[in-house]
């Protein structure tokens, strides 16, 4: 059984989240203040974890940002906020969602079961020989989920790492962000495209020596991105 954590200052939003889920076949725990939740999320193993924004004591994106430092965890990052520039910052601190407030309690199921689905098709994965993936510098090692640049090694959060893996397994194609996103997050009508810009920018920052000039993700204008080979 998988187990949740939800971070939720509204306790009747949280409440109502938890019976959903539970009904659904998750364990689930809450807490309602950043500090305790961010304690809660480092101490225990937890299969995906939900986290509001704004919180008492500490906020979504501070706690997001701590846990990133220490766990490869899927973070479900939900707030009232619609601003752009928030879910943003929340994806590039490395949320793997983000749910704007009203949602249906139906639809924060689907979301939670899509990313526990595909997070343990790739850890579950028995390969034995180590898969690498190389080019002009760049090493991707598939089964240690390890990447390289000019023998540097990287981090990458677990979608980062899938989608550069994609992208350099799938040379000189063009997926459109809508191809990128039901490919990597396994939706195709829940979620928000602006994800994946978010993700390749932040993945050139990690590979290319200048992101004004990528010379392994290229943006095809009005249609997509391509991996140059």
């Known amino acids: 059984m998988a187990k949740i954590l939800i971070i939720e200052d509204e306790i009747s939003i949280a409440e109502l989240e938890k019976d959903y889920l539970e009904l659904s076949g998750f364990d689930v ?6 500090i305790s939740g961010l304690k809660k999320a480092l ?23 701590k846990i990133r430092e220490e766990k490869d965890v899927p973070v479900l ?41 595909r997070y343990e ?13 190389e080019i002009r510098g760049l090493k991707i090692d598939k089964t240690a989920r390890r990447v ?13 790492f899938d989608l550069l893996t994609f992208l350099a397994e799938n040379p000189n194609h063009v997926y459109s962000k809508d191809e990128l996103f ?19 920018k932040k993945i050139r920052e990690k590979i290319e020596f ?4 990528p010379q392994y993700i290229e943006t095809i204008w009005g249609v997509g991105y391509r991996f140059k080979v």
């Open 29 to 34: 725990d809450m807490e309602h203040e950043g």
């Open 210 to 213: 200048d992101t004004a000039k």
């Open 182 to 200: 039901r490919r990597i997050w396994d939706m195709e009508s829940i979620g928000d495209i602006a994800t994946v810009t978010v993700h390749i």
């Open 43 to 65: 101490e225990v193993e937890y299969d995906l974890i939900i986290l509001d924004l704004m919180l008492p004591g500490m906020d979504g994106f501070e706690i997001c940002r």
């Open 121 to 133: 098709r790739l850890v579950g994965s028995n390969v034995q020989k180590n898969d690498t993936v």
């Open 148 to 160: 390289w640049v000019n023998g540097e090694e990287r981090q990458f959060t677990t979608k980062e």
């Open 77 to 117: 990052m939900v707030s009232a906020k619609k601003d752009d520039i928030d879910k943003i910052r929340g994806l590039g601190l490395g949320a793997d969602d983000y749910v704007t407030k009203p949602f249906s309690p139906s639809e924060l199921v689907a979301r939670v079961k899509a990313h526990l689905a």
